[in-house]
């Protein structure tokens, strides 16, 4: 499956961004997907993942309570809303695609075989 990820941006401290990442090639109605982040001189880390059937989510301590993943199965679309963006969450964010082929919740960037090319998110403060 391939992956095209946008919606990213420049944003003051505080505002709000949609991300999305659309599938193309095959469904991804059986696929585990995730957004990770990767922010300058740091390793990437995992942001938040849903399952395949949008049914489990899970995110990283960081971006809890602000932060929400949901998927468009019929639009081969997932989404990442981002409320109450802080500087630190500025960083190249994936999302990324898993075949099901390892265990639910894995935040592990290795467990994930297809990727986006990334889109630039910026919190000014």
């Known amino acids: 499956v391939q992956l095209q990820a946008s919606g990213g941006g420049l944003v003051q401290a505080g505002g709000s961004l949609r991300l999305s990442c659309t599938a193309s090639g095959r469904t991804i109605r059986r696929y585990h997907m995730a957004w990770f982040r990767q922010a300058p001189g740091k390793e990437r880390e995992s942001v938040a993942g849903i399952s395949w059937s949008g049914s489990a989510t899970y995110y990283a301590d960081s971006v809890k309570g602000r932060f929400a993943i949901s998927r468009d199965n019929a639009k081969n679309t997932v989404y990442l809303q981002m409320n109450s963006l802080k500087p630190d969450d500025t960083a190249v964010y994936y999302c990324?695609?898993?075949?099901?082929?390892?265990?639910?919740?894995?935040?592990?960037?290795?467990?994930?075989?297809?990727w986006g090319q990334g889109t630039l998110v910026t919190v000014s403060s």
């Open positions: 990324a695609a898993d075949d099901l082929s390892t265990a639910w919740g894995t935040r592990k960037a290795s467990d994930f075989g297809s």
